[in-house]
């Protein structure tokens, strides 16, 4: 309800109150959206090495409402933020953000951000432990709550942007930043209302310090053969009672190397093949990681400038006026309604047609995804050429298909992704594994940032500026814009295909029946 209003009409706010430009208004949101899943890797270390997921949620949310407090506090105040103004009407009289005022506005800006971010690291994550994945009904029950996890962000996304933006542009932002303070401290409250239900991952110390020590090792044993010694590493590591014995794979062999024992003991010196096994898992992941970031940068940026096209489209449904940003009501609800019926008719069909416990896999569903990712940028790239064209203002509804498209990619690729990274990642590194998933979509904002940064750079000439730095979008070159995030986004699609077509999962995708696991070996 809070994060989601706030991240699509945050442009408005920087727009008509803090008065900044098209492109500086986009570029904070990005590095907004960037800075706070890089944060959750923070949280994700801490709550998979030293203290538990739910720990983690109640030590770092108060931030969040700290962030959000100051946030309200300075647009309270007339001389924490710019006077009044017209932006559109009068560029030459509105002043935008500086000194104080600015710094004030960034350091609650990122507090949230940090707060948010170590949260968002642990949730999916303590959720997905209150089911065990070797048990097949509890494998499945997990799949669906990633389903549902989602459905649940859709959901308080549509509350909040029909509640919330409205209150923030006809009420005042004050008013409600405030209300969104108020509701990130209830959600603490709710989570710690569980904790004497959770399933609880013991921390088993730093996910990334067993990885180092086996590229170390490895590459301390490169001269020596792989032999023999391998089982007894094996057989070692079982005896100090590790959690769970993962079997050696014929990948990334040279990591193997980290078992030989020759006589020095230590962690340092001789690894165990689970934390092998642990290591191949990650390397294995990295090449999907970097792809699936590349095909998401369109995402952010399709999101953020339809927010500016819908500002200069016809909003007026009869009587009532549409903000901006509760156009995105469209999209949200197709993703409720979509998840609904995906979970409970698509899945099960798909699974009787495929074997797949998921209907598809996971890799499969984020392809559909960012396809559609692709198709919504040219989409978008048309819709936009018209809107300039037209004599009379457009009507709001010309970006329903751009909508629609942006929803099939979030019911698709958003928790296709989530759940990829959680249920391919060791147990260890559950944490750190979500944390990805966020750091991919930020990292994708930031290339977005950069992208916009490139593009402008690349089309100003002498005193005329780029595509993307007219003060509005009617002097600037949106459409063209769209068809180079276009080519950006096929390119990641075909580059994620390629990966995605390698990759071996660690967790067998297919459905498993419940008479044959009293029979698996370990």
């Keep these: 309800m809070v994060n989601v209003p706030i991240l699509l009409n945050l442009v408005t706010y920087l727009r008509g109150t803090m008065h900044m430009g098209v492109s500086g208004s986009v570029t904070t949101v990005t590095n907004f959206v960037g800075a706070t899943s ?7 270390f801490l709550s998979d090495s030293y203290i538990t997921r739910s720990k983690t949620i109640l030590l770092f949310g108060p931030l969040e409402f700290l962030g959000y407090g100051l946030l309200a506090l300075q647009a309270h105040v007339p001389s924490l933020h710019p006077p009044p103004c017209n ?60 389903n549902w996890f ?17 209150l923030e542009n006809y009420k005042g932002w004050d008013t409600g930043l405030g209300l969104s303070a108020i509701l990130i401290l209830l959600g603490l409250l709710v989570v710690a209302a569980g904790l004497p239900f959770y399933r609880n991952q013991v921390p088993e110390g730093s996910p990334l310090t067993r990885i180092l020590q086996v590229l170390v090792v490895a590459f ?46 230590g962690a340092w010196s001789l690894c165990s093949m689970t934390k092998v096994e642990e290591t191949k898992i990650v390397l294995r992941m990295l090449p999907l990681f970097v792809s699936s970031m590349i095909g998401y940068v369109s995402n952010p940026i399709i999101f953020t400038f339809t927010v500016q096209q819908g500002g200069m489209t016809n909003t007026r449904l009869g009587k009532i ?31 009787k047609c495929t074997g797949y416990s998921n209907g598809i896999t996971h890799l499969q569903r984020i392809g559909i995804g960012f396809a559609s990712m692709v198709l919504a940028s040219i989409i978008a790239a048309v819709v936009e050429r018209k809107r300039k064209e037209d004599a009379v203002q457009m009507s709001l509804f010309w970006l329903v298909p751009q909508f ?16 990829f990274f959680n249920s391919e990642a060791p147990r260890g590194m559950k944490s750190i594994a979500t944390a990805l998933f966020w ?14 940064q490139v593009v402008n750079r690349a089309t100003r000439h002498g005193h005329k500026g780029g595509w993307l730095e007219g003060t509005s979008l009617n002097n600037s070159h949106l459409d063209l814009f769209y068809w180079v995030v276009a080519v950006v986004g096929l390119l990641g699609f075909v580059n994620y295909l390629y990966w995605a077509k390698k990759y071996v999962y660690h967790q067998d995708p297919r459905i498993i029946d419940e008479p044959s696991v009293d029979q698996d070996s370990p």
């Design 38 to 44: 890089g944060f959750s890797l923070i949280g994700a």
């Design 87 to 146: 932006i559109e009407a009068e560029l030459s009289n509105c002043k935008e953000v500086r000194g104080w005022n600015a710094t004030l506005f960034y350091t609650a800006l990122y507090i949230s951000a940090f707060g948010e971010g170590c949260m968002r690291a642990c949730l999916p994550s303590l959720g997905a432990d209150q089911f065990d994945h070797e048990d097949p009904s509890e494998s499945r029950q997990q799949s669906s709550f990633f």
């Design 150 to 166: 989602t459905f649940g962000i859709s959901f308080g996304g549509f509350v909040g942007l029909i509640f919330m933006v409205w």
């Design 220 to 265: 301390r044993n490169r001269r020596f053969e792989l032999c023999e010694e391998l089982e007894e590493a094996q057989e070692s590591s079982a005896e100090r009672g590790s959690t769970k014995v993962l079997s050696q794979t014929n990948s990334l062999k040279f990591l193997d190397k980290a078992c030989i024992n020759h006589g020095n003991e």
């Design 321 to 351: 006026h549409v903000s901006p940003a509760t156009l995105f009501v469209i999209p949200i609800t197709f993703q409720m309604v979509m998840l609904a019926i995906y979970d409970r008719f698509i899945v099960p069909f798909m699974r």
């Design 404 to 419: 629609f498209l942006l929803g099939v990619s979030d019911v698709t690729s958003f928790p296709g992704l989530l759940e």
């Design 439 to 452: 750091c991919e979509i930020g990292l994708a904002s930031l290339l977005a940032t950069f992208l916009v």
